[in-house]
C-alpha cells in the first residue's frame, strides 16, 4: 500500500481534491461568471477500481434510494405510469408530471405501485355481485396487467378468487363473480412473510394467496409471480420500495393544488412528492412544504432553483430533496424571455455546497445532451440527473410518433410551452399564470425516436461508469468529493466532439446536435 492509498492518506487526498476544486469554482464565480456543461470537463485521475466495480447507487432524497442515478421528469412527453415502470425496472425512478387531474395522477401512481408486487397491501378487491363483464371493463380501463382478483360479501369479508382460469373458461359475461369465482380459497394470516407465502403458494399450486384477518376480512395479497421474481433475485436491479414495489414519484404544485394531490398519493404509496415550480424558492413552495411536512410521513423535494441562499432556505423549511435547474432545459426560453437563470454546473455546485450541510440530496434538473454530462453534473455536487429529452423519443415515453422526412419522431413540448399551458392547469401553475393570455416559457418540437427505454439508458450508464473509471471514482459519493474540472474553449469544443470526418455509421451514444 503507497501512502497515498492508505486510509489517512486517502482522506487526506480528498480534502485537497475537494479544496481544489472549490478554487476552481470560487475563481470563477469571484469573476461573475457561471458554468455549464459544454464549458467544461472532468480531468482524469488516478484509478485503482475496475469498470465492473464501480457501484452508482445513490439517492433522490434522504429516504428514497436509487440505483441508478437517472429521473424521468415530471413532463406530459416524458414521465407516465409505462415510463415511470421501466425506469425504476431499470433502478432509476419516474416522476409522473400534473398535468392530469388529481385522480388520474393518483391512479398512474397506482399502476406503478401496483405493477409489481412483494405484498399488495391493499388488492383490488370486487363485491360478489359484480358481473364479470363489469369486471373486465374495469380491468380494461384501469389497465391492470394483473388477472386475480379478489370477491368479497357485503360485509366486505372473503368469499372467493377470480383467477385467470376463471375468465378464460367464463363464457357468459353476464354472471355475477360468485358464480364465476373460485371458491376454495387457501388463505394465511396478515403477518406472513414472502418465503412462507412462496411456500405456502408452492405446496398448494397456488398462484394468490390472500391475506385474511380474523373477522374473514381482506388485510393483503402475495401473488406467485411477484414473490417467485423477487426471491429469485432477478429483481436485484430494480428500485423498490421496503414492500417490494417499484418506486415512484408525482409532481405537485402548492397550497391546494399540493394538498388535494398529496392526500391522494400518499393513499396510493407514493414514494415522494415534487413540488415542482418554475421559483422554487418562493413563499407558496416553502409554506406548502412546511405544510405537507407537517402532516405527512412522506418525503417532499422542492424546486427549482439556482442560487444557494435559495438552497438554504429550502433545506431550512424541511425539503428532503432539491431540483436545481432554472433555464438549461431544451424546451425551455425562461432565460430569453424573463431574461434569469444561471448556467447549470454553477448552479449545482453553488447549491449542492450548501444543502451537503444539511444532508438533503440535490437532483440536476435538465440541459443534458450526451451521457458524458451525467458525470460532469455529479462530479459538481448532484446526487442525480433529471433528464427530459434525454428519455423523450423512447419507446415507453407518452406522445404521438410523427414522421418527418422518412425519419420518426415523437412530440417532446416543454410544460410551459404555449400548448400545454394552454390545456393544463398544471402547466399554468408550474409557471404561476392565469388562464388567458399566456406567456409560454417552453417550446413545442419533436424528436428523433430513440427504442427502448432499456437500451437508451444501458449507453447512459455506460458513460456514466467510463467517466467514473477515467476519474478513479469507485462511487457516486466519491465522484461528487474527488471530480475535478477544467474549462475549455470554443476550440476545445470543437477538439472534444468528431471532426474532421464524414460521419458514416451512427453510433447508438452520439448524435451530432442540430
Ligand atoms: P431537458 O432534459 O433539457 O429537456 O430539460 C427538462 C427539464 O426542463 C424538466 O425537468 C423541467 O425542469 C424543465 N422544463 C420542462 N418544461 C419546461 C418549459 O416549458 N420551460 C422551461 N423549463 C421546462
Known amino acids: 500500500m503507497t501512502q497515498n492509498e492508505s ?43 475496475l469498470p465492473d466495480n464501480i457501484n452508482i447507487e445513490s439517492k433522490f432524497s434522504k429516504n428514497v434510494g436509487l440505483k441508478i442515478p437517472i429521473v424521468s421528469a415530471a413532463m406530459d412527453t416524458v414521465t407516465e405510469a409505462q415510463m415511470a415502470i421501466e425506469i425504476a425496472k431499470l433502478g432509476g425512478i419516474g416522476v409522473i408530471h400534473k398535468n392530469f387531474s388529481s385522480q388520474e395522477q393518483a391512479a398512474q401512481v397506482a399502476k406503478v405501485k401496483y405493477h409489481l408486487n412483494g405484498l399488495i397491501e391493499k388488492p383490488i378487491c370486487f363485491d360478489e355481485n359484480t358481473s364479470i363483464g363489469e369486471i373486465l371493463a374495469s380491468r380494461q380501463e384501469k389497465d391492470f396487467g394483473f388477472h386475480s382478483f379478489l370477491i368479497i360479501d357485503k360485509d366486505h369479508r372473503l368469499t372467493g378468487i377470480l383467477t385467470k382460469n376463471d375468465f378464460d373458461f ?35 399450486k397456488k398462484k394468490a394467496i390472500p391475506l385474511v384477518n380474523n373477522a374473514g376480512k381482506v388485510a393483503g395479497l402475495y401473488t406467485f409471480s411477484d414473490v417467485k421474481r423477487i426471491l429469485s433475485g432477478d429483481s436485484k436491479s430494480f428500485n423498490v420500495d421496503k414492500n417490494g414495489r417499484l418506486r415512484v414519484a408525482a409532481a405537485i404544485g402548492v397550497y391546494d393544488d399540493a394538498f388535494e394531490r398529496v392526500e391522494k398519493l400518499v393513499r396510493e404509496k407514493i414514494d415522494l412528492v415534487i413540488i415542482d415550480t418554475a421559483h422554487g424558492d418562493s413563499k407558496g413552495v416553502i409554506e406548502t412544504l412546511k405544510i405537507i411536512k407537517k402532516h405527512y ?16 432556505r429550502l433545506c431550512r423549511a424541511g425539503a428532503d430533496g432539491l431540483k436545481i435547474g432554472q433555464g438549461p432545459g431544451s424546451i425551455c426560453t425562461t432565460r430569453i424571455i424573463a431574461g434569469i437563470g444561471k448556467p447549470q454546473v454553477s448552479a449545482i455546485y453553488e447549491c449542492s455546497k450548501v444543502a451537503s450541510k444539511f444532508g438533503v440530496p440535490v437532483c440536476a434538473d435538465g440541459g443534458l445532451k450526451f451521457s458524458g454530462d451525467i458525470p460532469i453534473a455529479i462530479g459538481a455536487g448532484a ?71 432499456k437500451e437508451v439508458i444501458h449507453q447512459y450508464i455506460g458513460g456514466l461508469k467510463r467517466g467514473m473509471g477515467y476519474v478513479g471514482a469507485g462511487t457516486i459519493e466519491d465522484l461528487r468529493t474527488i471530480a475535478q474540472f477544467v474549462r475549455i474553449t470554443e476550440a476545445g469544443k470543437a477538439e472534444s466532439h468528431p471532426h474532421d470526418i464524414v460521419i458514416t455509421r451512427e453510433a447508438p451514444n452520439y448524435q451530432k446536435q442540430q
Do not use: W
Open 7 to 49: 486510509p489517512s492518506g486517502k482522506s487526506r487526498d480528498k480534502r485537497r481534491l475537494v479544496a481544489k476544486r472549490d478554487g476552481f469554482f470560487s475563481k470563477i464565480g469571484n469573476q461573475g461568471i457561471a458554468l455549464t456543461y459544454d464549458d467544461v470537463r472532468l480531468t482524469t485521475g488516478y484509478a485503482s477500481i
Open 170 to 204: 367464463c363464457e357468459d359475461f353476464s354472471l355475477r363473480a360468485k358464480q364465476v369465482m373460485t371458491k376454495r380459497v387457501i388463505t394465511a394470516s396478515p403477518g406472513i412473510g414472502l418465503r412462507e407465502a412462496y411456500r405456502v403458494m408452492k405446496e398448494n
Open 297 to 312: 410521513d412522506v418525503d417532499v423535494l422542492a424546486g427549482n432553483i439556482s442560487e444557494p441562499e435559495s438552497a438554504e
Open 383 to 453: 446526487h442525480s440527473v433529471m433528464m427530459g429529452n434525454m428519455l423523450a423519443g423512447t419507446k415507453e415515453s407518452p406522445g404521438e410518433f410523427r414522421f418527418h422526412q422518412g425519419v420518426q419522431y415523437k412530440v417532446y413540448r416543454g410544460m410551459g410551452s404555449l400548448g400545454a399551458m394552454e390545456s393544463n392547469k398544471g402547466s399554468r401553475e408550474r409557471y404561476n399564470q392565469g388562464k388567458d393570455d399566456l406567456v409560454p416559457e417552453g417550446m413545442e418540437g419533436m424528436v428523433p425516436y430513440k427504442g427502448p427505454l
